[in-house]
């Protein structure tokens, strides 16, 4: 007669090989593969060629499985942007690494509008630790980090919204072809500035735009601590 306590050391045995970890991995490989709507337990067990309820001993249920997945993807950006440069350079590749991460994973955009908690915290713990190396006085730290976490987190996921936009049209040189043109019917008396700039809405790349728009945000952390300084 085979002892109770076997099948129980089995069926541990059968929840550890599944492990949270495998899991989640199969589940962000199915969220960039098809975004939320295809992120179901039935095609979750199926890729891991097991059953919902091995599942479920794991993971309570989609939400669930969307924030953490959510949250490893953004860890991982953060955890490797460098660690070793000027404070600059490290907004720099912390910003660069989330706005990479949000378009490799548009579906975090969508989780990120839901629940945006943990991945703001870790964020604003990245950047305000730089923005204290850069010697910015306390009363102006949380306000400098605040708009570039709000830069970034914004410019990220309106950059992934857009890629989801486009997707199933022409594609985003075509669309910005089209938007170039409208702009140019209008009156230049009127809009003299669009017309001035339209070539450049057409050409432009949308990665290092961001980072511009990360070093203009530097210059004024940096005026406020000479500002400071006096």
Not at 84 to 91: K, W
Not at 104 to 118: F, G, I, T
């Amino acid at each position: 007669m085979v002892p109770m306590t076997t099948t129980g050391h089995r069926t541990a045995r059968r929840h550890d090989a599944l492990s949270k970890e495998r899991i989640v991995a199969a589940a962000i490989e199915i969220l960039d593969e098809g975004g939320a709507e295809a992120l179901t337990f039935r095609a979750l067990a199926a890729r891991l060629k097991t059953g919902s309820g091995a599942i479920y001993w794991h993971v309570a249920n989609k939400n669930e499985l969307l924030a953490t997945a959510s949250n490893q993807v953004f860890t991982h950006a953060l955890d490797n942007t460098g660690g070793q440069g000027e404070p600059r350079e490290e907004i720099r590749a912390i910003a660069r690494g989330v706005f990479d991460a949000i378009g490799a994973h548009p579906w975090v955009d969508a989780q990120l509008s839901r629940e945006p908690w943990s991945e703001l915290l870790q964020l604003f713990e990245h950047i305000g630790r730089q923005i204290q190396a850069l010697k910015v006085p306390e009363a102006a730290q949380f306000d400098c980090a605040s708009a570039l976490v709000n830069y970034i987190l914004g410019m990220a996921q309106q950059n992934a919204a857009n890629a989801r936009l486009l997707a199933g049209s022409t594609g985003r040189t075509a669309f910005l072809e089209t938007v170039t043109a409208r702009w140019a019917e209008h009156d230049p008396t009127r809009y003299p500035f669009v017309h001035r700039i339209a070539a450049q809405l057409r050409e432009h790349d949308d990665r290092e735009q961001f980072l511009a728009g990360i070093d203009i945000f530097l210059a004024g952390v940096e005026s406020t601590c000479r500002k400071s300084a006096r």
